[in-house]
T-cell receptor, first 113, second 111 residues
Framework: DVKVTQSSRYLVKRTGEKVFLECVQD?????MFWYRQDPGLGLRLIYF???????EKGDIPEGYSVSREKKERFSLILESASTNQTSMYLC????????????FGPGTRLTVT | DQQVKQNSPSLSVQEGRISILNCDYT??????FLWYKKYPAEGPTFLIS?????DKNEDGRFTVFLNKSAKHLSLHIVPSQPGDSAVYFC??????????FGAGTRLTVKP
C-alpha cells in the first residue's frame, strides 16, 4: 500500500527557531512536494523536487528551504520560524509520469508562538 | 491570486441523493483538472481527473463535468453515501508542473 509519512502530527515552536519537517515515501516516487494548507486558501505549493538534490520553487518559497539527499526523503526547513508560518504542512509524492496524481501524507500542524 | 475557486465552503445532502460540487477557474491555459478528497486527520487522496479534450469523465459513482467556455467544472456523486463526507478540493494545471488548488468544499452526507 502506498505510504507517505511525516515526522510529526503536531509541532509547537518559538519565533526564530529553526524547524525541520521530514517526509518519507516508500513508493519509489521521483517527485516530492511540500504544501501548506490555510483556511480559505486551499493548498499552496512551497517547493517540489523531481529528483535527488533537485528542487524547484513553488508559489510561496519565501522563508523556506528544502533538502533531498535521498530519493525517499524530502525535508522542509524553516530557517527562522515566524508566526505567519503557523499552518498545516502537507508532503506529497508522485511518479515522474503522473505529476498531478499525488499521494499525500497526513500533515503536520505547526504552531509558531 | 486565486485562479481556482470553490465558492461553496460547505454542502449538505441526504444519503442517496446527488451531490454536486462546483469549481470555477480563471486561467484559460489550464488543461487538466483533478478532484481530491480529504478526510479529517488524513492527507488528500486523488479521486478523479479530466483532460480539456473531454467534457465528461466517469468513475463509478463519481462523474466530473467540464465546461471550458464557462471555465467551470463540477463533481457529481450519485448516490451520495455517508462515507463520502469529506472536504473536496478542485485542482487545475496547465501541464507546466504547476497545479493550483481551490479552497475546498466540505460535503456532509446525512443518513
Amino acid at each position: 500500500d502506498v505510504k507517505v509519512t511525516q515526522s510529526s502530527r503536531y509541532l509547537v515552536k518559538r519565533t526564530g527557531e529553526k524547524v525541520f519537517l521530514e517526509c518519507v515515501q516508500d513508493m519509489d516516487h521521483e517527485n516530492m512536494f511540500w504544501y501548506r494548507q490555510d483556511p480559505g486558501l486551499g493548498l499552496r505549493l512551497i517547493y517540489f523536487s523531481y529528483d535527488v538534490k533537485m528542487k524547484e520553487k513553488g508559489d510561496i518559497p519565501e522563508g523556506y528551504s528544502v533538502s533531498r539527499e535521498k530519493k525517499e526523503r524530502f525535508s522542509l526547513i524553516l530557517e527562522s520560524a515566524s508566526t505567519n508560518q503557523t499552518s498545516m504542512y502537507l508532503c506529497a509524492s508522485s511518479l515522474a509520469g503522473a505529476f498531478y496524481e499525488q499521494y499525500f501524507g497526513p500533515g503536520t500542524r505547526l504552531t509558531v508562538t | 491570486d486565486q485562479q481556482v475557486k470553490q465558492n461553496s465552503p460547505s454542502l449538505s445532502v441526504q444519503e442517496g441523493r446527488i451531490s454536486i460540487l462546483n469549481c470555477d477557474y480563471t486561467n484559460s491555459m489550464f488543461d487538466y483538472f483533478l478532484w481530491y478528497k480529504k478526510y479529517p486527520a488524513e492527507g488528500p487522496t486523488f479521486l478523479i481527473s479530466i483532460s480539456s479534450i473531454k467534457d465528461k469523465n466517469e468513475d463509478g459513482r463519481f462523474t466530473v463535468f467540464l465546461n471550458k467556455s464557462a471555465k467551470h467544472l463540477s463533481l457529481h456523486i450519485v448516490p451520495s453515501q455517508p462515507g463520502d463526507s469529506a472536504v473536496y478540493f478542485c485542482a487545475a494545471s496547465a501541464h507546466n508542473n504547476d497545479m493550483r488548488f481551490g479552497a475546498g468544499t466540505r460535503l456532509t452526507v446525512k443518513p
